[in-house]
Every structure is written in structure tokens, then in C-alpha cells.
């Protein structure tokens, strides 16, 4: 395995408040990591740094995609390296449907014009494996979509542009048990030895699905503890309070 993200001392600030405080993270490909932690413990806050959302200034750190430094990187040429993030509440864009927005997607992130018909047979066969309606793909993008609809649809962005490293935001946040399995089926079919994932999670859903390699609990904006799936086990039966007197510290 190769290692694929490195994150030091990594400080995000937004707003004039600083989130994160000294995170530190490696994953390699073929990983599976998973962050926990109580609400506003800086879970998202880590992904959109990672992705180069302008809105969190990076004040102190390093962050090293394939051993490149990425840290000043835009967000588009980080999506270009290969790095994805499925948002924890997608947003409707009106004007642009399903297909044109990942066909678009996808030749930019990969520089090659993406042929009609191939994709959309790419498109369809994604689609049925998300049990999702393939009239979807000609409807603006997550226009009057339910909020499980929103989450299969970043799902169905993933696996057409086949990440080397796809974040995602709480995406089993809002799922029945049958949608869980369903896109925990997809994650599990996109992930090999060639790519990693890094899930945020606080409802365990997915862990049920999908075993990680790592779990990292973070509080306060701090990684205060780090371990195999056995933590996050213990997690679900004893909850964060274990946990709240270093993330304060």
C-alpha cells in the first residue's frame, strides 16, 4: 500500500474561530478510515479542508496528497488529483440535470470529453445499482429530490468519476436501513487496493457495512483517540463522554 493522504499539525480556522487544532492523519490506498465524534466536534470541517473549500483558511500545517503538496491547491485541481467529497446536505442547482452535471464532471476531472452514449450507459448501470429511477438522470440536479434521493445521487457522482480518494460526509445520516445497505453496497463495490475512503459517521450505520481499517475519534477539533474497528464498537455501546475531557483539555 501505498500512502496516499498525509495531513500535519493541521490548524483550519473560519470565521475568525479555529475548528481544528494540531490534526494529524495518514491513509494509504486500499484503506478504510473512519471519523467519529459529537456534533461540532470539526468532522466536516477536516473533509472541506482536505477538499480546499476557501471558506476554512488552513492557518498552520500541511496537506500532502500522493506526496504533493496540496495545501494552497484550488478546489478544482484537487478534484482533478482524485480527491471527492460527498457533502453531508447537497444542494439543488437548477438549469443543470443529473447527467450533464456528472458528464461535465467527469471530463473535467479527467481532460477527455466523455462520449455520449458510452457514458450514458455508464450512467444507467450506476443508476440501477442505487435503485435509483433512471428518469433522475434528466432532472436538474437534486432538484425536488427527497433527502435520501440527494445522498444516492453523490453516491452516483463517486462512482462515475472513480476516485482515488472519496470523502464522505455522514452520507447514512437520513437513509432507511434498505437505502444504508444500498449505498453501502456501492461504496463497498467502488473501494479496492487502488483507493481509499475516509467516512464521517456519528449514527455507525455504515460501520455495519463496511469495516474500516482505522477509526479516529475527534472532539474538540483534536484526534483524541485513535484505533481498529474495535473503537468504534466501543463508541456505539459507551458513547463520547469517555472521550469529552480530552477533547476540552
Known sequence: MNELLRIENLHVAAGGKELLHGVDLIIHTGEAHVVMGVNGAGKSTLLHAIMGNPAYEVTE???????????????????????????QSPISVAGISVENFIRTAKTAVTGEQQRLFPFKRLLKASMQDLDMDPAYASRYLNDGFSGGERKKNEILQMRVLSPKLAMLDETDSGLDVDAVRTVAKNIADYHDETNALLLITHLNQLIRFIRPDRVHILIGGRIVAEGGPELADEVEARGFDAYRAAGEA
Do not use: P
Open 61 to 87: 500545517g500541511k496537506i500532502y496528497f500522493e506526496g504533493q503538496d496540496i495545501t494552497d491547491l484550488s478546489v478544482d485541481k484537487r478534484a482533478r488529483l482524485g480527491i471527492f467529497l460527498s457533502f
